[in-house]
């Protein structure tokens, strides 16, 4: 099938030995990246980031400080103007070039889950297994979906489960790609407070045993400070201090 | 003293009052508007005679065929343009979508017949195009094959490019809700962006194109002007024809009761897919929507499939008719636009009038008692909206003649006068008939607007004391206005397009803009009525405007920004 969208993402340039480049442990590196949407103000300004293999790193700041727009270059869904993107070794985006979407090993789980509500559970889970037989597509989605401890919903509509559930749901979708970092964007502010907590223990749980690294995007300095291993704080489209929750 | 007993009690009575009174008036208005639809589906009771014999073994089997045949091609086609362009203009960004945005629903304004009329005279071999082919080519009239508008084709082209924005509007808005955010979160899974489309919006969208597609199936159906003037014999002709020239009531309606089942299954679908719709929606607000910038090439293509339509469907007619009026128009048209253009003004606001009466009378009793009762009655009103105009009139003819009938009877006995013909032989039967066609029209909007006044309003006002009627008029009806308005302007302007049901209720000498249209255009007189249809298209552009303009702005609320993957980048 031809790829109607390889003039707009170009290959991008040969890996070469970006991983000397980066820095050790990295799973996900952005260098000096900047975007804006057309001629709009620059929304992140040349900004470097570092995800390191099983960290939990949260990413907090202002609603405008271009955290989502970060977590979207990270995904492939917006192509930088400038600056490189490194994940697992391999240059995602560099210059005006970008790998799509659909050939990054990263997963997403969206602020309101975006779940398919013309889909079952089960097969929400399947939607991204469609390189692997069908019968490995949904022992694999069940696998998942006891993970988040689902089982038992798997072939529920989406409508019918709770904030919680629909967020675990769109965890598994995300997770069934072995993705290298999982990128979570507000997945959290869906929920009321006394379900926060408990579903995000549960949620970095099944990240941390997965040895998946993780890149969140909160608002909320508690949050961050509570579930992340590093914190960087956005502002304007710049990192403006990155350490530990103890230091910080 | 007992002041909580004394002022509880009366309330708690008026309440049981009124329960039984708005209720009562909700069935009462919906029985009246259904009776067409009751004495249609009586009339399969009362056996087939020999004019059903012989209408079976001749012409049922062909009215059979070209209905389903057009029906069909109908609805594919206009389901098929109605999407792709949807598809394109909500989701990629080329020279002239913002026109075209809005333009894609002008067609919605020119009623099937007066294309017909329209194509016809353009391409007819005495037409100017293939006048300009002979005398350019040298060719005699015989020598050369041309596309015949009058034929099975002919009807299925020219109902398909005025019948597509139905689809359009639903897909869009489908298109609108998740289009090119669930085309991003696809890709996020590891889908390309074909694969996206294919997999997540359409299928996401398919309730919302098939109530589309519902409401086309719904419109070629009931269509009369534009098959009878291609001369195809489809069930809404045979009704007419049945009952016109074989003078056979029974029969016609017999014939309206098959049609009439076909439609049940269309409405049919057409509930099920809104209901479905329900389910097809992702949670939250509505995301910003991304579109994506197309190439020359593709931006020809995008430009091309999105702008025929509105050529063939609007700008030809109406280029035809106001050329037509400026050059062969004569002095009879000036006459034509007033008499007849008068007529029709006054019946359509007189229905309009009436129909938005009721409806307020159904939505409010509807509001009051949400009971199972008031709602299945309300949408028994609503329903007639469904029934063919040709199938309407048969419908409505048997029971007002009875009436009248009775009337002259009980006036005979007591006063020893005949009255005449007081409903068949009045406008009064148009009005009455438009009530069970349009009345849906003007509930639904209603009932939009009494779902924008939080149950809170109703509550606040009865604790300070008004409620029933006062309820209805210092609360609702100042905020009910644009509702209103909008129910009043829809009927009306579906009233100076009606054809069928006029032309079979009207009484002697009395003619709407659209009748002498098409008496002229069956005369081959149609330069005569072209300033008369450009009136009915002017009239009819009206709320595609408003409609227009509300989109307009919808879309303003989404800002634009660069492309993520698309199907058709």
């Given amino acids: 099938m031809t790829r109607p969208d390889t003039a707009q993402h170009d290959p991008p340039t040969p890996i070469g030995d970006a991983a000397a480049t980066d820095p050790p442990g990295a799973v996900l590196h952005a260098d000096t990246v900047s975007f804006r949407y057309g001629r709009g103000p620059t929304v992140v300004d040349r900004l470097s980031l570092t995800v390191c293999r099983g960290e939990v790193h949260a990413l907090l700041g202002a609603s405008g400080s271009g955290k989502s727009t970060l977590l979207r270059l990270l995904a492939g869904l917006e192509r930088p103007d400038a600056g490189r993107i490194v994940i697992q070794g391999r240059t995602v985006a560099e210059g005006r070039h970008a790998l799509p979407p659909e050939r990054r090993p990263v997963g997403v789980v969206f602020q309101d889950y975006a779940l398919f509500p013309h889909l079952s559970v089960e097969r929400n889970v399947c939607f991204g297994m469609s390189h692997r037989s069908r019968r490995e597509r949904f022992a694999a989605a069940r696998e998942l979906l006891h993970r988040v401890g689902l089982e038992d919903k798997a072939k529920a509509m989406p409508h019918t489960l709770s904030g919680g559930q629909q967020q675990r749901v769109a965890l598994a979708r995300a997770l069934a790609r072995n993705p290298a970092v999982m990128l979570l964007d507000e997945p959290f502010s869906g929920l009321d407070a006394e379900l926060r907590g408990r579903v995000r223990e549960t949620t970095l749980q099944v990240l941390r045993d997965a040895g998946v690294a993780v890149l969140m995007v909160t608002h909320d300095p508690a949050e961050a400070h509570a579930a992340a291993d590093r914190v960087s704080v956005m502002r304007a489209g710049r990192i403006e201090t990155s350490a530990m929750p103890d230091e910080g | ?569």
């Fill in chain 2, 1 to 569: 003293m007992t002041p909580p007993d004394a002022s509880s009690r009366p309330r708690v009575l008026k309440r049981r009052w009124r329960w039984g009174v708005w209720p009562l008036l909700c069935i009462g208005i919906s029985l009246l508007v259904a009776t067409p639809t009751l004495a249609v589906l009586a009339s399969v009771l009362q056996g087939a005679d020999e004019q059903w014999a012989h209408l079976a073994a001749t012409r049922l089997p062909r009215y059979l065929s070209n209905t389903a045949i057009l029906a069909v091609s109908v609805c594919a086609i206009a389901t098929a343009i109605g999407t792709a362009a949807a598809w394109l203009i909500t989701t990629c960004q080329f020279p002239g979508r913002r026109v075209l945005r809005w333009a894609l629903l002008l067609p919605l304004a020119v009623p099937g017949y007066l294309a017909a009329y329209a194509y016809t005279d353009l391409l007819q071999v005495s037409g100017p195009v293939q006048r300009w082919l002979r005398e350019s080519l040298g060719l005699g009239s015989g020598d050369y094959w041309f596309p015949e508008v009058r034929s099975l084709p002919g009807a299925i082209v020219i109902l398909s490019m005025t019948l597509y924005p139905y689809v359009y509007l639903a897909a869009r808005s489908a298109f609108l809700d998740h289009g090119s955010y669930v085309m991003e979160v696809g890709r996020t899974l590891g889908r390309g962006p074909w694969r996206s489309f294919a997999a997540l919006a359409i299928p996401m969208a398919r309730p919302a194109i098939a109530a589309g597609g519902a409401l086309v199936l719904m419109e070629t159906l009931a269509d009369f002007g534009a098959v009878e003037y291609c001369a195809v014999d489809t069930f809404a002709t045979g009704v007419y024809h049945t009952w016109r020239s074989l003078e056979s009531p029974t029969t016609a309606a017999q014939l309206s009761a098959l049609l009439l089942s076909f439609v049940a299954v269309v409405v049919g679908i057409e509930a099920l897919a809104r209901w479905r719709a329900r389910f097809h929606r992702l949670a939250g607000p509505p995301r910003p929507v991304r579109r994506a910038r197309l190439g020359p090439v593709a931006s020809a293509g995008a430009l091309a499939l999105c702008g025929l339509p509105v050529l063939i469907g609007f700008v030809g007619p109406a280029a035809i008719f106001t050329r037509m009026a400026l050059i062969r128009g004569d002095a009879r048209a000036r006459e034509v636009a007033i008499q007849f253009g008068s007529n029709t003004l006054i019946v359509a606001a007189v229905a309009s009038l009436i129909a938005v009466t009721l409806a307020l009378l159904i939505a409010f009793g509807r509001r009051r008692s949400p009971d199972p009762i008031t709602r299945a009655a309300s949408r028994l009103a609503a329903s007639g909206y469904a029934l063919p105009g040709t199938v309407l009139a048969v419908g409505l003819l048997a029971p007002l003649s009875w009436l009248d009938h009775q009337l002259n009877d009980l006036t005979l006995a007591l006063f020893d006068w005949r009255p005449g013909l007081i409903l068949t032989g009045s406008a009064a039967a148009i009005i009455i008939g438009y009530q069970t066609r349009f009345l849906g029209v003007a509930l639904a909007m209603i009932q939009a607007g009494f779902k924008q006044i939080g149950p809170s309003m109703d509550d606040a006002a009865r604790s300070l004391g008004t409620s029933g009627p006062g309820l209805l008029c210092r609360v609702h009806l100042p905020l009910l206005r644009p509702s209103l308005l909008a129910a009043a302007l829809l009927v009306f302007v579906d009233v100076a397009k009606e054809l069928p049901a006029t032309l079979m209720l009207r009484p002697f000498n009395f003619d709407t803009l659209a009748v002498r249209v098409y008496q002229l255009a069956n005369d081959e007189r149609l330069a005569e009525a072209s300033f008369g249809a450009l009136m009915i298209i002017g009239v009819a552009l009206l709320p595609v405007i408003i409609l227009s303009i509300m989109i307009d702005r919808g879309q303003a609320k989404h800002p634009t920004a660069p492309p993520p993957g698309n199907p058709l980048a």
